[in-house]
């Protein structure tokens, strides 16, 4: 398998412009995972699906982020309109169902990440 | 609900020193334990896991991790660093629980000291 698949690798937008980010879990994963990293607030959860459905979206910041899972293969995250404190890498992860049948036992691998950067 | 602390957000130590990463947890049922490395630029990658069994736990690259439940500790060694081993390593916890989501410390940073 490919691992986990993000695009694009890096993305350089203006204030108030739209930004998509995508994701391709591993095949045969029900979990997946979207991921925010910065210095200041290190690795945050933004929100988790399980066989596509958004089981919890706590760790979404704002109403300007919105996040889809229409099929086991794909995946994307939107935020509308983008400001300049969104610049953070995103990561996407996928995992296989735990020992407990929940999203927290069981290795989640990672997509090499989006570095946004919002000007 | 689970919570983990990682003492000290940077350690640097020679070529061919010990390399110890501390890990304290708190977690109101069963934990489960994970350790991950994130090199420059690339997503983070499983080092090693405890999930039950024996508590001494060995990883990828060298690295082992002891879960000591009376010091709700799980931290990271490794006998002799190499260069290759400068990353940032997360210590991760969750629980055996249908609802748990996994929660990932602040990481540190390791410097290899030539």
């Known amino acids: 398998d490919a691992g986990v698949i993000q695009s694009p690798r890096h993305e350089v937008t203006e204030m108030g412009q739209e930004v998509t980010l995508r994701c391709k879990p591993i095949?045969?994963?029900?979990?997946l995972f979207w991921y925010r990293q910065t210095m200041m607030r290190g690795l945050e959860l933004l929100i988790y699906?399980?066989?596509?459905?958004?089981?919890?979206d706590s760790g979404m910041p704002e109403d300007r982020f919105s996040a889809k899972m229409p099929n086991a293969s794909f995946s994307t995250l939107k935020i509308q309109p983008s400001e300049p404190r969104d610049s953070a890498v995103y990561f996407c992860?996928?995992?296989?169902?735990?020992?407990?049948?929940?999203?927290?036992?069981?290795?989640?691998?990672f997509g090499p990440g989006t570095r946004l950067t919002v000007l | 609900a689970q919570s983990v602390t990682q003492l000290g957000s940077h350690v640097s130590v020679s070529e061919g020193a010990l390399v110890l990463l501390r890990c304290n947890y708190s977690?109101?049922?069963?934990?489960?334990l994970f350790w991950y490395v994130q090199y420059p630029n690339q997503g983070l990658q499983l080092l090693l896991k405890?999930?039950?069994?024996?508590?001494l736990v060995k990883g990828i690259n060298g690295f082992e991790a002891e879960f000591k439940k009376s010091e709700t500790s799980f931290h990271l060694t490794k006998p002799s660093a190499h260069m290759s081993d400068a990353a940032e390593y997360f210590c991760?916890?969750?629980?055996?629980?249908?609802?748990?989501?996994?929660?990932f410390g602040s990481g540190t940073r390791l410097s290899i000291r030539p």
């Open positions: 405890y999930t039950t069994g024996a508590t």
């Open positions: 095949s045969g994963h029900d979990y």
């Open positions: 992860a996928s995992s296989a169902p735990g020992l407990a049948g929940g999203p927290s036992t069981d290795t989640q691998y």
């Open positions: 699906f399980n066989n596509n459905v958004p089981i919890d």
């Open positions: 977690s109101s049922v069963p934990p489960y």
């Open positions: 991760a916890v969750s629980g055996y629980s249908s609802a748990s989501k996994i929660i």
